[in-house]
């Protein structure tokens, strides 16, 4: 099996901090990344996604990732957290040549104080 | 509205009983996912299935079944052998030719 890492386990910020959340796959092949949200007491939710071409992916909410090939890595970066954005982050990685299947990271719970 | 739909939202069974965990699509994705959530060990594999008719196990199958005979249904079931059913239980799906995958807002199955 693949395996995704989170590095961050628990990250605490104030409002207005930047954030940079760390991710990294271990699969050679290609590879399409992800990042979930999971906000308290609701479903996984999409981010953002890269499949291919410009490896600076943006997503909703004023998030962005960026996916370095070499390094293995797609991580999660905001300039500037809200309260609002209090929640799990979940990296994943769907590898569309092996049976596609989806592994993910053991997440990142995020807790701004306003 | 459109969705995928998990029921029920919690769920209470005695040790030793096997229980089955409902998730039905009305997206017409054709691949559908079961996850096991477990506080800091993220989401596990448990099973999935591109088609209908078919279905593969992930890393986790163990003391679980499956069953797709419905494109729209993907239906689990914890037996007796999963030695800690105890989790949330998330499923997904996703549309062919799509890479991400949509999911449901889970079933906490306790196992008292």
């Known amino acids: 099996a693949q395996s995704v890492s989170q590095h961050n386990h628990h990250v605490i910020l104030s409002e207005a901090a930047s954030l940079e959340l760390g991710c990294n796959y271990s699969?050679?092949?290609?590879?399409?990344l992800f990042w979930y949200v999971q906000y308290p007491g609701q479903h996984l939710q999409l981010l953002l996604k890269?499949?291919?071409?410009?490896?600076l992916v943006k997503g909703i909410k004023g998030f962005e990732a960026e996916f370095i090939k070499s390094k293995f890595s797609f991580n999660l970066r905001k300039p500037s957290v809200q309260w609002s954005d209090t929640a799990e982050y979940f990296c994943?990685?769907?590898?569309?040549?092996?049976?596609?299947?989806?592994?993910f990271g053991t997440g990142t719970s995020l807790t701004v104080i306003p | 509205d459109g969705g995928i739909t998990q029921s029920p939202k919690y769920l209470f069974r005695k040790e030793g009983q096997n229980v089955t965990l409902s998730c039905e699509q009305n997206?017409?994705?054709?691949?559908m996912y079961w996850y096991r959530q477990d506080p800091g060990q993220g989401l596990r594999l448990i099973y999935y299935?591109?088609?209908?008719?078919?279905?593969q196990k992930g890393d986790i199958a163990e003391g679980y079944s499956v069953s797709r005979e419905k494109k729209e249904s993907f239906p689990l079931t914890v037996t007796s052998a999963q030695k800690n059913p105890t989790a949330f239980y998330l499923c997904?799906?996703?549309?062919?030719?799509?890479?991400?995958?949509?999911f449901g807002q889970g079933t906490r199955l306790t196992v008292v």
């Open positions: 997206l017409n994705h054709d691949a």
């Open positions: 890269y499949f291919s071409g410009d490896p």
């Open positions: 299935s591109q088609i209908v008719n078919d279905f």
């Open positions: 699969y050679g092949g290609t590879v399409n």
């Open positions: 994943a990685v769907n590898t569309p040549n092996t049976g596609n299947q989806f592994y």
């Open positions: 997904a799906s996703r549309r062919q030719g799509a890479t991400e995958a949509f």
